[in-house]
């Protein structure tokens, strides 16, 4: 649990009677002895007063969700109980995230960890692995279909490299996105024809067939990549038509060279790439132990996580809320809430520009007893309308929602969900337009909105959002949040990459997950200081209501790397 709600009440003074009225003592002649009493018991009376007083004052004083005041003694009639949360989790990757709740996975990560820290004699060269009989095929399927022919790149350079030390952990080969990019644009893509997604033959996502050995491996790649058509949202396209020209004018280490055949290249190295997955799983690893092991994680993380999210909703702590700001929420758990016991309880409120590419976006419930005519109006486009002209606020389609709504008293409100981009860089911009667009059209309205906002315990100026920077600006707007003062500490993600996947860079040792991953206070819900106070806020990444500071998420049974963050907020 988070800096509020703990405070121990049990500390607070007994209320037991003061003095005993002794039936025995009923004379005139003790009359004098019970005045004494009596003075006696008025002190204790008026000191114990005072205590109470002055311990009431200083939990008063210390503010924050856990005053006793605040907590005990405001009415129930018209409080707000609002929860946020960011319900994405691993991005298809199975192996993206140390999960620290299951010992199979955690042995295998670090063996994987091991192979590529201290590589030694595993470290051999990539014609050993990715044979030229393989880059002979793909160079011909290549010229097939009209691409350049890449032949210098191999036989002068990329068949001589070390799998490890020369290729994964090449910070230039990296940065120049030649084995991410293909990556990124075939790993999983979506189908209007099929329920389920298309992967590409490769370790790091939810692939389901076999990869024993590489030449089983390089079949059903190829395969995927040139031989099958796939039904897009409006065209019919195969594998290799998606990837997208890497540009030196973003990627200004690739060469003028590089750039002119980076579609062949791109796909030379992302073949390279998976290869030396499959052959180092293959090497640490046995296929009947990993390969199982992958559909485990997959099951869990995967196909059985827009029920796991659900589940943790439709719990008593969270389906009695009153509002719940959801963000990076895909179609298909939009459409299960609809059907479930959520939807019965909340109107669910999605975007009109629901994002179609990554299908991530911001979602709103509104609870039907609080809020009985749901939505009144979306106002997304109205806000996005001030966004400020002199610099581009990076907003996808779906990552904003903002509506109004009245509640059963007949009280106005804006009510806003925002995904933030990944080094909160919009979150000030979208903030301010919002207010904005709340003082020229809805003064007599009430704001709250829960978001991501992306920002960093610590961050470099204009490259991530420090939550410094962004309290201090929230205040300046006139905003209060769900964490008070308390907003620094109150880390609402904890999650840190493995050794297998694309980023090398971004990868965390087993021993320094905390100091290494993302450890931010990410989590907000805002409201105005002069239309509520605070009552009292908690952090959940277990589902239970609880919050393991030192455990790293998602977990088994916590599908998301963003906690939940709720809170109770009285009016004034």
Excluded at 359 to 383: A, C, R, W, Y
Excluded at 491 to 509: E, G, H, S
Aim: proline fraction near 4%; aromatic fraction near 12%.
């Amino acid at each position: 649990m988070g800096a509020f709600g703990r405070r121990n009440f049990s500390a607070y003074p007994s209320s037991h009677f003061l003095y005993r009225n002794n039936t025995n003592q009923t004379t005139a002649t003790n009359n004098t002895k019970e005045s004494i009493q009596y003075c006696s018991s008025r002190t204790k009376l008026v000191l114990f007063l005072i205590c109470t007083v002055c311990y009431t004052w200083f939990l008063y004083q210390r503010g924050g969700a856990g005053s006793y005041l605040k907590s005990r003694y405001i009415s129930n009639v018209d409080k707000l109980r609002i929860a946020t949360w960011n319900v994405a989790a691993i991005n298809n990757n199975p192996f993206e995230y140390w999960v620290e709740d299951n010992p199979e996975y955690v042995d295998l990560m670090s063996k994987i960890e091991d192979y590529i820290l201290n590589p030694d004699e595993v470290d051999v060269s990539v014609e050993s692995i990715f044979s030229n009989e393989m880059y002979n095929t793909l160079e011909e399927k290549m010229n097939s279909v009209g691409w350049p022919s890449v032949a210098k790149y191999w036989n002068n350079d990329l068949r001589h490299r070390t799998i490890i030390s020369g290729y994964l952990k090449d910070d230039l080969l990296g940065s120049k996105r030649l084995a991410s990019m293909p990556d990124r644009v075939t790993n999983t893509i979506n189908v209007v024809d099929s329920k389920q997604a298309v992967y590409r033959p490769t370790v790091i996502n939810m692939y389901d067939g076999d990869l024993n050995n590489i030449e089983q491996w390089f079949d059903a790649w190829m395969a995927f990549m040139f031989d099958n058509s796939l039904t897009l949202k409006n065209e019919k396209k195969i594998p290799y038509q998606m990837l997208l020209p890497i540009s030196k004018a973003k990627y200004p280490d690739i060469t003028e060279e590089e750039e002119e055949v980076s579609l062949p290249l791109q796909t030379l190295c992302g073949a390279i790439f998976d290869s030396i997955l499959v052959h180092m799983m293959n090497t640490v690893s046995e296929p009947n132990v990993w390969q199982p092991l992958k559909r485990k994680m997959v099951d869990s993380f995967f196909n059985k996580k827009q029920q796991k999210t659900l589940f943790i909703l439709e719990s008593k702590t969270y389906i009695n809320s009153d509002i719940i700001m959801i963000e990076e929420a895909s179609t298909a758990f939009i459409e299960l809430a609809s059907s479930s016991k959520l939807g019965k309880k909340f109107f669910i409120v999605s975007p009109k520009d629901m994002d179609s590419s990554r299908d991530q976006n911001s979602v709103i419930l509104l609870n039907k007893g609080m809020f009985p005519n749901g939505v009144h109006s979306e106002i997304t486009s109205l806000v996005k309308s001030n966004f400020p002209n002199d610099k581009k606020v990076p907003v996808s389609n779906g990552d904003l929602l903002v509506i109004t709504a009245i509640d059963k008293f007949k009280k106005p409100y804006v009510i806003a969900s925002f995904h933030g981009d990944t080094n909160g860089l919009a979150t000030i911009p979208v903030l301010g337009a919002i207010v904005l667009t709340l003082n020229e059209h809805f003064q007599n309205h009430n704001l709250l909105f829960g978001l991501d906002a992306n920002t960093y315990e610590k961050a470099q100026p204009n490259k991530k959002q420090d939550v410094t920077g962004f309290a201090t600006y929230y205040k300046s707007l006139g905003l209060d949040s769900c964490w008070g003062d308390f907003y620094l500490n109150n880390y609402t993600t904890y999650n840190a990459r493995t050794y297998l996947q694309p980023q090398l860079n971004k990868a965390c040792k087993s021993n320094e997950k905390r100091t290494c991953g993302d450890v931010n206070p990410k989590d907000f819900i805002l409201f105005s200081s002069n239309d509520f106070q605070l009552v009292h806020t908690w952090k959940d990444n277990t589902g239970n209501k609880e919050y393991t500071e030192n455990m790293a998420f998602p977990t088994s049974n916590f599908p998301s790397d963003h906690g939940i963050v709720s809170t109770i907020i009285q009016p004034l």
